[in-house]
Every structure is written in C-alpha cells, then in structure tokens.
C-alpha cells in the first residue's frame, strides 16, 4: 500500500508508512487465517469463500485491469477444493500451521494487488471478504487484553469454541461460519456497487449485527454485552412507559 483515497478528505500519501503497513497487513491476516485452524475443515472452506469472492471482485470490479491475480486465487480455490472432502469432519488429512500459514499469506498477498492505491471501497472490501477470520482475531486480543492476558496466549474461546459450547455438532459449527463467511461476501460483493451513503449503511449495518452476534455468544465474555445491554433497558424503559398510562387508569377504578 503506497496510498489511500478518503471521501470528503482525499489523497492520503502513507510514504514511509507504507512498508511497515504492508507488513502488518500480511502478519495480521497470515495468522489470522492460522487461529481460524481449529476444527477439521474450517479454515479450508472459509479460504475457499474468501478466495473466490476475491477473484470475482478483482476481475469485476478493480481497477487494474488484469486476469492474472485472480486466475491465480481461482486456481489455489481448485486445490482447496480437491482438498476440503479430506479435510472435512472427520478429517483425515490435517492442514496444520504450515497449510494454515501458506493460505493466510497468499489470501493476504493476494488481497494487496487490489490496494497498491487504494481507495476506500477497495480497503473496505478486502476487510469484509476476510471478516470471519479477522473477528475472530480481532475479538481474541480484546478478550484477552479484558481479561489481563498475554494476547499471544491460547484458549479455547474462539469463534468455533463457543458455537460447540452452545451445543452444536463439529459439522454444524463448521456449516454456521461458512453461512457468516457467505454473509461477508455478499456484503463485499455489494460495496461496489453502493453509492457513499448506501456504502456507509452497510458498513454501520454490518458492525451492529456483528456485535450484537458477538454479545449474544459471548465471544468477548458471557457478562461483556454493552450492545445487548442498553438494548435491553431501551426496551423495560419503553415497556414501563407504555405500562404508566394503564397503571394509572387501574388506580382510578
């Protein structure tokens, strides 16, 4: 990334920003994808998804006009695929940290082509394709800065970990995140095609139903629900409003 293009702000030159952005881009979703690795066949479908939404993005909707990057993440989606019924539950082929890795750095080098100068629709987009295994990521570090915990340590309260203490089966955990995975695609798909406003809908729209998915399993903390929170005494608040008028007239009788 060498620039970025904000409405209402305009051209933003990253200069010697740029590689160490870059960098951070490439670590970030390299591992994120890896954490994502903990049940058989889930990083392999969620890359799958991902990979193929990138290449329909790059080849529709990107500026730079080339097959090239997206041939080449439609041909990694062809070895996934021939590898996803071997790796799906119960598995007996294993990606391990080195398959998880390999993914995540091309998902994430991939995604770069598009952001040599970006725009905001072409940073957004990339984001929201990857969204399931950045949420993950992103919710482990605050649940373990939260809790006072080395962020870098494990536990078992990632987004799979809590589907499967709810009460879903392995496959059901797995076949629920690639549902959310598809949901992030197909709001990817649509920022292209939204003009500002549409785009900023979506976005808030988006980040709201997230948390309130995150509160209600408990990815953060069973008692860390801020946003299910005030919804809730919104609601007494306004039921207790409602109750006035009739409790009144009650006392009249």
Known sequence: MTSFSIPLIGLIHLKWMSMPI??????????????????????????????????ITGFFFLTVNT???PILMLTLVAALIGFLPYNFHPASIFLGDTGALFIGFMISVFSLYGLKNATFISIIIPIFILGVPITDTVYAILRRMVNKKPIFQADKHHLHHRLMQMGLTHRQTVLVIYGIAMIFSFISLLL??????????LIIASLLGLELFVEAIGLVGAHRQP???????????????????GEKKNKKH
């Open 227 to 245: 946003l299910l929170n005030f919804i809730k005494k919104l609601v007494v608040n306004s039921a207790t409003r409602e109750g006035l008028p």
């Open 22 to 55: 870059t960098l951070l881009w490439i670590v970030a979703i390299t591992n994120a994808v890896n954490l994502l690795d903990g049940l058989d066949g889930l990083a392999t479908g969620v890359s799958i998804i991902a990979l193929t939404t990138s290449a």
């Open 67 to 69: 097959t090239f990057v």
């Open 192 to 201: 292209p095609l939204s003009s500002l406003w549409g785009t900023i809908f």
